[in-house]
């Protein structure tokens, strides 16, 4: 039998697998849509006085209007649904607020970046200027205030509106906030971050390395150093991106 390299090969192909995820036509194949309608109740069978019919008899949850899903309960195409019904038509108009000519044509685009037109609805949009919260964007008011507080003001809040999502609370540093859309000024990692990320990383080795090794080579008891550099790509990106690195 011929010694197996291919463990190896499929190590290292698995790299570009991954790198060349965005050229893959969009992961929309979204699982099939929830039946919008509740199943039917089980119909309360009246001919069938058991024991506990003397309880109440359960209210027909069928009568009710079906209850709309929140935000996070969505699929993938409920949330394209309300995006193109609710949310895009309602921060068109805000938006124009701002500038009436600039955002006459507000498209997905504005928000999610190029990569819409290939299905790709990732966010926050790294495309979108950085942010630097520091003092309550300081810096920012100071560039452009008017926008800065018109983001304040109008966009993040409207967004929680038509979401229906709670708003940023900065105690528990949870809720719809600036950072839903826009990605934050890089700052350097501290060393406990980078630290995570190096025990995280994806080690790599030789078939026969692996095999003779004992404990194997791939675990905390026995790690391969190194170091790498890592590139975070656009969204959208393809594999002609991915080769022009
Ligand atoms: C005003 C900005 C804005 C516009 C315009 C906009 N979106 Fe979004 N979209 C967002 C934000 C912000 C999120 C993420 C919300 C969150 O953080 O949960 C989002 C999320 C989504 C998601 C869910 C992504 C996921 O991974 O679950 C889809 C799909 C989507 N948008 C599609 C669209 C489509 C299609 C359009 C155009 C018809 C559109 N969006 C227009 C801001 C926008
Ligand atoms: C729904 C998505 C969304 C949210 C939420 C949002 N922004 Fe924005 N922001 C945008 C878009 C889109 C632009 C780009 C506008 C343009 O094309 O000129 C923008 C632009 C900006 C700019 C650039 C101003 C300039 O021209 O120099 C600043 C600063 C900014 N936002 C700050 C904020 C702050 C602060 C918050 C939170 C309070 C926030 N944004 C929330 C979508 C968003």
Redesign the pocket.
């Known amino acids: 039998m011929k010694p197996t390299t291919r463990t190896l090969l499929a190590i290292s192909t698995l790299y570009f697998a991954i790198g060349c995820g965005g050229s893959q036509p969009a992961p929309e194949s979204a699982p099939p849509a929830a039946p919008s309608e509740p199943a039917p109740a089980p119909a309360p069978t009246s001919e069938a006085p058991a024991p506990s019919a003397a309880a109440p008899a359960e209210p027909a949850p069928a009568a009710a209007e079906p209850a709309k899903p929140s935000w996070n309960e969505m699929t993938k195409d409920q949330r394209k649904e309300l995006m193109k019904t609710v949310v895009l038509p309602g921060?068109k108009t805000v938006f124009q607020e701002l500038d009436a000519k600039?955002f006459a044509d507000m498209t997905c685009v504005?928000?999610h970046g190029e990569g819409a037109k290939q299905g790709k609805f990732d966010m926050p949009n790294p495309k979108?200027?950085k942010?630097d919260p520091k003092d309550g964007?300081a810096k920012?008011m100071k560039?452009?205030p008017k926008?800065?507080k018109f983001?304040?003001e109008h966009?993040?809040p409207e967004?929680v509106k038509l979401l229906n999502v709670p708003p940023y609370d900065p105690k528990t540093n949870e809720g719809f906030?600036?950072f839903?859309?826009?990605t934050m000024a890089g700052n350097d990692c501290t060393s406990a971050q980078a630290a995570f990320v190096d025990a995280a990383r994806t080690k790599y080795t030789t078939q026969a390395a692996y095999m003779m090794s004992s404990p194997p080579a791939i675990s905390t008891s026995n790690p391969i150093m190194g170091t790498y550099t890592t590139t975070q790509l656009m969204s959208g990106a393809t594999c002609a991106n991915v080769r022009s690195l």
């Open positions: 921060m600039a504005n928000c979108l200027p942010l964007f920012h560039k452009s926008v800065t983001m304040m966009v993040a967004m906030g600036c839903n859309c826009h």
